[in-house]
């Protein structure tokens, strides 16, 4: 499979072409961008991919709403949309290691010392209130100073200077880890970003596990071949070679900036913080590079983020209820669970194995395998008619969450809580759900009395 953005744009040009759109009028970086995308989301019922050609103030062609459709995302995994998760799950099991390569199309273009200059891209504000320009699609790519480790992540950066960016670690988070091993020892941590991927890329970097689980192989897994890696010009940093752009950086010790407000995916503007400082050594990239842009909050965002996810606590609630149908993150912080439950007390055991399994849950509701959980009306029926306040409601104090939830006192110190929504003692024992028989069900056709 081919690894590169435009390889990928070409295939979504040849099968579904009305997936893609030009844009030739010039936008305003002052958020202009994230206003067409809301606007044809809302208005227009379109999630294109949008490839905006002249962008105020830069000479890179802004690309943004890569992800915002799930069978988009399916067609980069090589996979159909309802197996998205079996997919994932896969590379998850089976990693395919990367391979170190010796040049690629993201050194085409390399700037150095007083070439490199953060202003020369798209300086795109998204919300209202945000403090500035951030590079929202930026996949960071790290070591452990200690030990052969790697990860990835996305993390947002605020354009500061022309050599300098903050960057949000949220805390617990491994490049947090790495970066606070790094600064007791008084150094920087080495890190480059990677923007403009081939969404392969991108899910897999945000797949969620062990500290020692490679994302990196699990992006090679989702490509089908191994992901071509090649070292940093300033450092030894292995980033992806087929990447629109790297810029190599490093998190400095000891220093913090203001960062923020900045509008984020739970849908607020969250005001200003404290947070580390990145000094940019070297900005490359492929001749005639697509600049990409990810509207936050929005399904470009929030699809992309939400497969994995899935696909992690899922893998989590299986290992301790192997008869898991379903797992979904219908919105922030919150999980669905769909268990066919043979024992009393599974529906508690995937609670708190989803609650486990990511720092960012708060919220969880188990229901039987009878409620259809992608169904938000079935889902608040189960809690409504098999749930009582007084016995199927846990809530756990005094655990660390996310540092974006406005509603905790301090940042990421949380309460978390999980709804037994699943009937008691079983489903076989409670009390029957009406229907249609079935002879009927089959007998009528919609057809027949002229409604279809």
Known sequence: MA?????????????????????????????????????????????PVLICERMKGTKFPVLTNLHA???????????????????????????????????????????????????????????????????????????????EIWNCAYNRLMIKGRDTTSIHLTAGKHLWEFQRIAESRGKPLPVAFAIGVHPAIALGALAIGSIDEDERAIMGALLREPLELVKCETSDVLVPAHAEMIIEAEILPGERMPEGPFGEFT??????????????????HRAGAFFQDISVAHL???????????????????????????????????????????????????????LGADLYMKRVVVVDQDVDIFDDRQVTWAIATRCQPDR?????????????????????Y???????????????????????????????????????
């Not at 010796?102 to 998204?126: E, S």
């Not at 929030?302 to 992690?312: F, G």
């Not at 192997?322 to 007390?345: D, H, M, N, W």
């Not at 489903?427 to 002879?439: C, D, F």
């Open 3 to 47: 690894q590169d953005l435009p390889a990928y744009l070409d295939l979504i040009k040849r099968s579904r072409p009305e997936e893609i759109a030009v844009i030739s009028k010039e936008l305003d970086p002052a958020y202009e961008l994230t206003a067409l995308v809301v606007k044809l989301e809302r208005e227009g019922k379109r999630r």
């Open 69 to 147: 459709s799930r069978s988009r995302l399916a067609l980069a995994m090589g996979s159909a949309p309802d197996q998205m998760l079996a997919t994932y799950l896969r590379a998850m099991d089976k990693p395919i290691p990367p391979k170190i390569v010796t040049g690629g199309p993201c050194k085409d273009v390399v700037l150095t010392g007083d070439k490199v200059n953060l202003y020369d891209l798209p300086q795109i504000l998204h919300h209202e209130g945000d403090a500035g320009a951030y590079l929202t699609a930026a996949i960071s790519f790290a070591k452990d100073p200690t030990r």
């Open 267 to 284: 849908g607020y503007s969250l005001g200003e913080r404290q947070r580390e400082v990145v000094k940019v050594k070297a900005i490359t």
């Open 300 to 354: 470009d965002h929030m699809l992309l983020s939400t497969i994995p996810m899935e696909a992690n606590l899922y893998r989590a609630v299986r290992a301790m209820v192997p008869s898991v149908k379903a797992v979904r993150v219908p919105g922030p912080f919150t999980c669905y669970v769909s268990i066919e439950q043979r024992l009393p007390g599974q529906a508690k055991n995937a609670i708190l194995s989803v």
């Open 414 to 452: 949380s309460a978390k809580w999980g709804v037994d929504a699943t009937a008691k003692p079983s489903l076989a024992g409670y009390t029957p759900r009406h229907r249609v028989p079935p002879e009927a069900w089959k007998r009528i056709t919609l057809k027949d009395f002229g409604l279809q």
């Open 392 to 412: 199927d409601i846990a809530i756990i104090t005094h655990a660390r969450g996310s540092d974006l939830d406005p509603s905790t006192k301090e940042d990421g």
